[in-house]
């Protein structure tokens, strides 16, 4: 069996097993390669902003330092004031 017709099969199995009731979560597309294509879409940009919060979250650290960094900072603070 060709790669492309497992891969569709198998959504459609998806699609079977996880048909939401509930009006608010949105169905996957009717034809498969458009639900393909919807989560292939998706994945995309869960992947591109999981890169942004990682870059972001790297400069935070390099510009304010760790947790451990700060604490101590504190620390030192403290003890100088008695």
């Known amino acids: 069996m060709p790669e492309k017709a497992r ?8 699609r079977d ?3 939401p009731d509930n009006p608010y979560i949105p169905a996957l597309p009717p034809n498969q390669e458009s639900a393909v294509n919807l989560l ?3 994945i995309n940009q869960a992947c591109f902003l999981l890169d942004r919060q990682g870059l972001a979250l ?7 330092g760790g947790y451990s960094e700060n604490l101590f900072q504190r620390r030192i603070k403290e003890r100088n004031n008695f």
Not at 7 to 14: A, L, Q, T
Not at 58 to 64: A, L, R, T
């Open 17 to 19: 097993r996880y048909s």
């Open 58 to 64: 790297e400069e935070k650290f390099v510009k304010e």
């Open 7 to 14: 891969g569709m099969r198998e959504i459609g199995d998806i």
């Open 40 to 42: 292939l879409t998706l």
